[in-house]
């Protein structure tokens, strides 16, 4: 910034071609600016900007220097001196470290190229004075590259560590999620099935009734929709769920047959609950409108770029035409939408005769 301050203020000493320091200095000053909005915007430095940066700051260094007095391009009138240091700099931090001095060698070539008419004239005055400048611009990309290097292996390094912190507290996390669930199951498990065979043991209920024999049959169900994935899944949410969902059916008449297979144990709970609503809607329309008694719900994994699930609701009902009856509230706002608001999907396949489907998929 000193540069143009001066030369705005009339003092041109030192500057033998205004017109070219002035055009030097502008188109520099242009660059940068280009270059900094290119790497902002890209949140990086570009190998490609990086190469025409290098270009620009050795044509600046030559031209520049052409335009000083010969015995004043190694002064403050050079106005490519420091600009070509920062493009040093830059260039060791962006490209491989190998490529850091031949880029400060470069750069020192192009100025020494610039002040040749000093050299000539008055060597003894423009050669320290020269050297200094040279070596700073292989200096400050030696040290650029090696500290670029160390702080790169830093982030690395944290990065690493960061991540795995990350994956420590995602096992946690899903460990804790499933000792809840498998709590949640024990209660479960305490007030329907150990209820039911406390009271036969005890001469509580009579066996040969017809509602203690549904009852039997739906905590039946209820365990093996636990049990369906084995012991690898006994604390999945959405398995623990269908299955409860499946029980609460059988006190409307409708036996649900629950079968989970390879289900992710780490969905999100508001995936779960969507889900086993959307179960449970089907179910109630099932009941309303099939006639029939009962009705098999199957969860398996859906493969793609995350792990997703994909849960069938299926009857062997009346079925209708699904092309010619539109769907009503509960197939619209208590399936279709419900998994529309988690980023999932819902289907209705149907015939009459045939009986229906209901797909549910979240993709992960």
Request: aromatic letters at 4%.
């Amino acid at each position: 910034m000193p540069w143009p301050l001066a030369v705005a203020l009339g003092s041109l000493t030192g500057v033998q071609s205004t017109g070219l320091a002035i055009s030097t200095y502008v188109v520099q000053s242009g660059w940068s600016l280009a270059w900094v909005a290119v790497v902002l915007w890209r949140r990086q430095i570009p190998a490609w900007a990086m190469g025409v940066d290098l270009a620009v700051a050795g044509a600046a260094l030559v031209a520049a220097g052409m335009a000083c007095n010969p015995i004043d391009a190694t002064s403050w009138a050079n106005s490519a001196v420091a600009p070509a240091v920062s493009t040093a700099a830059a260039a060791a931090t962006t490209w491989r470290r190998g490529y850091g001095i031949p880029t400060g060698l470069a750069l020192a070539a192009a100025y020494v190229v610039g002040i040749s008419r000093g050299i000539a004239v008055d060597a003894a005055r423009v050669v320290p004075s020269a050297a200094g400048d040279a070596a700073s611009m292989v200096i400050f990309s030696l040290v650029a590259g090696i500290a670029a290097g160390y702080l790169i292996r830093q982030a690395r390094v944290t990065a690493l560590a960061a991540t795995e912190l990350a994956e420590a507290r995602a096992r946690i996390a899903a460990e804790e999620s499933r000792d809840r669930e498998r709590a949640r199951q024990y209660r479960m498990l305490h007030d329907t099935v150990l209820s039911t065979l406390s009271a036969l043991a005890r001469g509580g209920l009579d066996p040969s009734d017809p509602l203690v024999r549904q009852r039997c049959a739906a905590d039946a169900d209820y365990l093996r929709g636990l049990i369906s994935s084995g012991g690898a899944a006994a604390g999945n949410q959405l398995q623990g769920e269908l299955a409860a969902v499946g029980r609460s059916q059988a006190a409307l008449g409708l036996r649900v047959h629950v079968h989970c297979a390879d289900v992710p144990v780490d969905l999100p709970d508001q995936v779960v609950r969507a889900i086993a609503d959307a179960t449970r809607e089907a179910l109630n329309n099932v009941i309303k409108h099939a006639g029939v008694d009962q009705a098999w719900v199957t969860a398996t994994s859906q493969d793609g770029p995350a792990r997703g699930v994909l849960v069938t609701i299926t009857d062997r009902g009346h079925g209708f035409d699904s092309a010619d009856r539109p769907h009503g509230l509960g197939l619209r706002d208590s399936i279709t939408a419900r998994l529309a608001e988690v980023g999932g999907s819902a289907t209705i396949d149907s015939r009459p005769g045939q009986g229906t489907s209901v797909e549910l998929r979240w993709p992960g």
